[in-house]
């Protein structure tokens, strides 16, 4: 199972707005309506922000959101903040023999 | 509020096995999923394996299969991840995370193990 892609980077100034895909297959994005996204700040353990392609865990701002189109789910945040800068990562539910798959991974800068 | 407690660092040659636990509180035990994620040092997360405490399931990452072996022990809500023949490049921080209920998400994080593999 190959990691799902995502951009190494992506950069926006205080207040605008940035998208970050994540490209699979029909074996886990496309196959499923599973795909969660993690925050993970340097040194720390990753933090759950989207469940279910675009739920929002309670105590997540709701500038964060989440969708998908075929192959491709996305996250994007909106206004952002100082401390969005982090890196994000997407995973899918890849079925009973694959379990989960994680993106490669994209840090967002906060210009 | 639920917690994840993982054991301390560990330093091991390679060929050798490693076990981490994962200590859980503050929620049932039971009828969740605990999974190991794993990251390299500047690198990404990956899968590896999951366990349902209490119950029957237990399921490997293809490329773990083999190589990783899950166990619990429910008296006192642990789960132990062991990881043998390693190499260098099982160098990293080793993460266990909690599924609540099949809901195909990781709610909670534990804080991390490194393991480095050196001679």
């Known amino acids: 199972q190959s990691a799902l892609t995502q951009p190494r980077s992506v950069s926006g100034s205080l207040g605008q707005s940035v998208t970050i895909s994540c490209t699979g297959t029909s074996s886990d994005v496309g196959g499923y309506n599973y795909v969660s996204w993690y925050q993970q700040h340097p040194n720390t353990a990753p933090k759950l922000m989207i469940f279910?392609?675009?739920d929002r865990p309670s105590g997540v701002p709701d500038r964060f959101s989440g969708s998908k189109s075929g192959y491709t789910a996305s996250l994007t945040i909106s206004g952002l903040q100082a401390e969005d800068e982090a890196d994000y990562y997407c995973c899918s539910y890849a079925g009973s023999y694959s379990h989960y798959v994680f993106g490669t991974g994209t840090k967002v800068t906060v210009l | 509020q639920v917690q994840l407690v993982q054991s301390g660092a560990e330093l091991k040659e390679p060929g050798a096995s490693v076990k981490v636990s994962c200590q859980a509180s503050g929620h049932t035990f039971t009828f969740h999923f605990i999974h190991w994620v794993r990251q390299a040092p500047g690198q990404g997360l990956e899968y590896m394996a999951t366990i349902n405490p209490g119950g029957s399931f237990v399921g490997y990452a293809p490329k773990f299969q083999g190589r990783v072996t899950l166990t619990e022990d429910r008296s006192t809500k642990t789960i132990y991840m062991e990881l043998s023949s390693l190499i260098s490049e099982d160098t990293g921080v080793y993460y266990c995370?909690?599924?609540?209920?099949?809901?195909?998400?990781?709610?909670?994080w534990g804080q991390g193990t490194l393991v480095t593999v050196s001679s």
């Open positions: 995370a909690l599924e609540i209920a099949a809901t195909k998400k990781f709610n909670f």
């Open positions: 279910d392609v675009s």
